[in-house]
């Protein structure tokens, strides 16, 4: 079946660096890619989004890479705050209502 | 506005004992879901309404009911409480299918 899944079930990286997520999807006719950010007791919250017509997109410092070609995509945040600490998951919007959302990755940032 | 709103926020069960998750949204989006988070795993589609009116089953639907009482509102009923039916429970909403806005859930225990 379909699947979603991400490289790392954690990451740690110092304050001011840069941190990279990865994530795999199954699904090649897939459309439209999501990145949510989840921190501690609270509900997830959309972070930035992609089309399988392009490669990269960029927003306020995070960009998402996209590869059709291996299936995979990635999350990256400049400059890591501790504010960044969070459950970082992507989803796979595969059409109708049915969106596949990754298990996540947590990230630690070290001040 | 503020979003979608969930209630309770923590709820302790005990088996076979029912009740109602109730979730709100204020920024007019046609389409609610209800999702169960549990550990190690991506958020599964219990159930959704894509518009008021109408509610359709997705992924994990067996022990859950749900009802869209209007365009706002949108429940969910655990008849039946089960062991298995703890989890973080979050409901989200979208104007378009893609992009969705999550509440902040309901950590429930059933023991």
């Known amino acids: 079946g379909e699947s979603v899944g991400l490289h790392l079930p954690t990451l740690s990286v110092q304050e001011g660096d840069n941190s990279i997520i990865n994530c795999a999807y199954s699904n090649s006719a897939s459309d439209y890619f999501i990145w949510y950010k989840q921190e501690s007791g609270k509900g997830p919250q959309f972070i930035i989004d992609i089309r399988s017509n392009m490669d990269k997109r960029q927003g306020q410092r995070v960009t998402v890479l996209l590869n059709k070609t291996v299936k995979h995509l990635s999350l990256q945040i400049a400059a890591t705050q501790p504010g960044d600490s969070a459950v970082y998951f992507c989803?796979?919007?595969?059409?109708?209502?049915?969106?596949?959302f990754g298990a996540g990755t947590r990230l630690f940032v070290k001040a | 506005n503020a979003g979608v709103t969930q209630t309770p926020k923590f709820q302790v069960l005990k088996t076979g004992q029912s009740m109602t998750l109730q979730c709100a949204q204020d920024?007019?989006?046609?389409?609610m879901y209800w999702y169960r988070q549990d550990p190690g795993m991506g958020l599964r589609l219990i159930y959704y309404s894509a518009s008021e009116g109408t509610t359709d089953k997705g992924e994990v639907p067996n022990g859950y009911n749900v009802s869209r009482l209007n365009k706002r509102e949108f429940s969910l009923r655990l008849e039946s409480a089960a062991p298995s039916q703890t989890s973080v429970y979050f409901c989200?909403?979208?104007?378009?299918?893609?992009?969705?806005?999550f509440g902040p859930g309901t950590r429930l225990l059933v023991l």
């Open positions: 989803a796979d919007y595969t059409g109708g209502f049915k969106t596949i």
């Open positions: 989200a909403s979208s104007t378009h299918q893609e992009t969705q806005y």
């Open positions: 920024m007019n989006h046609n389409s």
